[in-house]
């Protein structure tokens, strides 16, 4: 039979690359002959479309998963997994000049391997790239279709010649990155997430459009492997979507570690000499313009709706914000459901997880579970990380919450660690109950599912006052804030009963 995969390549044409594409589309893949129909039928096999496929198939459901590009979608390939790879092995540079510091051996040398901190990236994605791969899938007994999906009707998709009757569906296409209109951008060339992680080389000076979550990790990890690095952010502030506090301690952070920052850019073109790009800004009536070997563009996401002919399934959508869906994550189709960036305006991979169990229960077996109810945590990976869970301060002043700070630099351990920027910051309601949290630490990521669980249990802070925490812990910080919260309990009508109790017992 003749393959049905469309070949697709990966940059380097390496071993770890090969490795990969073999798990994710394989240049032999042979699409089965479609069920009759099927219980569900998932478009995308990112992260949501995947556990969909998996979960569905698992609970005996007759399943059939389309992708047109690369199973594991971005969170494998060009992601998640390796953008975290990256930062690790930026940090770990980070870290050696410091060992002086502590005492401890000192890093000779100074010199960075670029190259082999990405060829380990790609060792790393493609070792990962096995539980996400056709063959998987297929074993578990999931009809895995490569080529482009798209809907001939309301309970119809068609991908390669060939048709896939449903009684369910789920969209899971996800997002791709957002490319401002900048005059010359096209003709200049430049990277995003899809593109950067191919780089074997390191780009002597490094011009990143755009300073959220994306650009301001990635700026960082390029300007510690020995990179200038100038990030251009159009608002007003970088992280804008962040606690100010937060945004101020990681923007101090990145200036130190010699990231230009420039906000409220005005970028009016961009241009090719020779080998160097060049982008020019206005500022104040004058100009500038900054030069570089390379352009990141990180300036958000938009969601993959093209060429899914949603109009001829009854879906509704909008092309900035996805697939239109109820809380229970149902479309305008009430057989087509959606899941993952392409439905939530938290595009994380953690919340494509988690919507799409709930797909799997709503669509497969009537489930009411809503979207709605989900509590979401998520962490920005800068050195220090932003973990943030509920309302934000300014929330919080709103319903009339109090907020309780912890500096890291009163922690025991962050002290001995040498990690003492940042803190912890939790607004808490008039009945105890936590309604939000920041963190801003080395490991805030880990740190924030303590108060993410206290939320979603009820649980207030007089709770975690009551459970013991190991020391020394950076998570130390938390009880911390507990016990002062308890003392705020101790009203001066409660403290004069027990002193005269204790002055009665002595």
């Known amino acids: 039979m003749t393959p049905s995969a469309a070949p697709l390549s990966i940059t380097p044409a390496d071993i770890h690359n090969q490795k990969l594409l073999g798990n994710v589309h394989p240049g032999d893949w042979v699409n089965p002959q479609p ?27 007759k399943v059939a998963l389309v992708e047109r590009e690369f199973m594991g979608g971005d969170c494998l390939n060009a992601g998640c997994v390796p953008s975290k790879a990256l930062l690790r092995s930026a940090r770990a540079l980070a870290d050696a000049p ?7 051996a000192a890093a000779t040398g100074g010199q960075t391997d670029f190259a082999a901190a990405m060829e380990r990236i790609r060792r790393i994605r493609a070792e990962l790239s096995a539980k996400d791969s056709a063959a998987r899938y297929r074993a578990m007994g999931v009809d895995v279709f490569f080529g482009e999906g798209r809907f001939g009707g309301p309970d119809l998709v068609e991908v390669d010649g060939r048709k896939l009757r449903f009684a369910r569906a789920a969209i899971a296409t996800g997002t791709r990155p957002a490319v401002p209109s900048i005059a010359g951008l096209e003709e200049a060339g430049y990277l995003t997430n899809e593109s950067v992680f191919s780089l074997t080389e390191l780009p002597r000076r490094l011009i990143v459009v755009g300073g959220g979550a994306v650009g301001c990790e990635l700026a960082q990890a390029f300007a510690r492997f020995g990179a200038r690095v100038t990030i251009l952010e159009m608002a007003p502030t970088i992280l804008n979507v962040e606690d100010r506090d937060a945004a101020a301690i990681v923007r101090n952070a990145l200036a130190r570690q010699g990231v230009e920052i420039c906000e409220s850019a005005l970028i009016e073109s961009a241009g090719l000499d020779g080998s160097i790009r060049r982008v020019r800004l206005g500022i104040g009536g004058g100009a500038r313009e900054i030069e570089g070997e390379a352009i990141l563009v990180a300036a958000g996401r938009v969601p993959v709706v093209e060429g899914l002919n949603l109009e001829a399934a009854g879906v509704k959508y909008d092309r900035a914000k996805g697939v239109i869906v109820n809380d229970r994550l149902q479309t305008t189709n009430p057989r087509i459901y959606a899941a993952g960036d392409i439905a939530s305006r938290y595009r994380f991979t953690h919340v494509a997880d988690a919507t799409a169990r709930i797909v799997i229960r709503n669509a497969l077996f009537a489930g009411r579970q809503r979207a709605s109810a989900l509590t979401i945590p998520w962490c920005t990976y800068t050195d220090p990380e932003i973990a943030q869970v509920g309302i934000s301060e300014e929330q919080a002043r709103e319903i009339g919450a109090r907020t309780f700070v912890q500096p890291m630099a009163e922690v025991d351990r962050a002290v001995i660690d040498g990690e003492t920027e940042g803190f912890v910051k939790i607004h808490v309601r008039r009945d105890g109950r936590i309604a939000g949290a920041t963190i801003v630490a080395r490991h805030a990521g880990d740190m924030i599912s303590e108060l993410t669980l206290a939320m979603v249990a009820n649980l207030g802070l007089g709770t975690i006052a009551a459970t013991i925490h190991p020391y020394p812990t950076q998570a130390e910080a938390i009880r911390k804030i507990a016990d002062a919260y308890n003392r705020t309990r101790l009203t001066p009508r409660i403290g004069a009963i027990l002193r005269r109790w204790l002055a009665w017992t002595r």
């Open 35 to 61: 069920a009759p129909r099927y219980n569900m039928v998932v478009i995308g096999a990112g992260t949501a479309g995947l556990i969909i496929a998996a979960g569905a198939a698992g609970l005996g459901a």
């Open 98 to 104: 410091g060992a002086s510091r502590l005492s401890a």
